[in-house]
Antibody, heavy 121, light 109 residues
């Protein structure tokens, strides 16, 4: 069974930084592209970032316009862990952040339970 | 790229059918058959329901079906059950970007 467990969220001030982690199990992590998707309070889902299985090239990483230049996605295949570094946080970044496994096609196969990030002074 | 458009809410009685629409443009929904749908119960992560417009993953009941016409995709849930009460999100992949709708709250009366 696929399991994705996020951690690292919390309450931070505007301008602060944070690193989210997602530990994966139940599948061959190193073989799958992965994503981060967020959900603002009372809102819909918003794609944040995605990266290929190897992530060895910057062209293998993609970001939404709203976070490009501030967020960085990375992964450790030997540790089955996906990361998201969040810099220069603003109130608009307040959301639940979900780690997700790319399916064998253009869809998201599995999602974690999410980790909450709140940006407030 | 703008988010896809979904109705904020729909409702139906047990046993009835409901359809949730998802409208995009000729650059996303209308161009590719990469539309997927996700069900989300409160305080839980989303779950894949439909992919590639109309394909069901194993384990998803055939009460859930998907279709597309032009720039609008649709999710139909037949034989409504109490446990179907949840939020439903559509998604269009337009490599390398993923576009989501605003989500639709389904209430089972």
């Amino acid at each position: 069974e696929v399991q994705l467990v996020e951690s690292g969220g919390g309450l931070v001030q505007p301008g602060d930084s944070l690193t989210l982690s997602c530990v994966a199990s139940g599948f061959a992590f190193r073989s799958y592209s992965m994503l981060w998707v967020r959900q603002a309070p009372g809102g819909g889902l918003e794609w944040v970032s995605s990266m290929s299985s190897s992530g060895s090239d910057t062209r293998d990483k993609h970001y939404a316009a709203s976070v490009k230049g501030r967020f960085t996605i990375s992964r450790n295949n030997s540790g089955n862990t996906l990361y998201l570094r969040l810099n220069s946080l603003t109130a608009d970044d307040t959301a639940i952040y979900y780690c997700a496994k790319w399916g064998n096609g253009a869809y998201i196969h599995s999602w974690g339970q999410g980790t909450r990030v709140t940006v407030s002074s | 790229q703008s988010a896809l458009t979904q109705p904020r809410s729909v409702s139906g009685s047990p046993g009835q059918s409901v359809t949730i629409s998802c409208t995009g443009t000729s650059s996303d929904v209308g161009r590719y058959n990469f539309v997927s749908w996700y069900q989300q119960h409160p305080v839980r992560g989303p779950k894949l329901l439909i992919y590639d417009v109309s394909q069901r993953p194993s384990g998803v009941p055939d009460r859930f079906s998907g279709s597309k016409s032009g720039n609008t995709a649709s999710l139909t849930i037949s034989g409504l059950q109490a446990d179907d009460e949840a939020d439903y999100h559509c998604c269009s992949y337009t490599g390398p970007y993923w576009l989501f709708g605003g989500g639709t709250r389904l209430t089972v009366l």
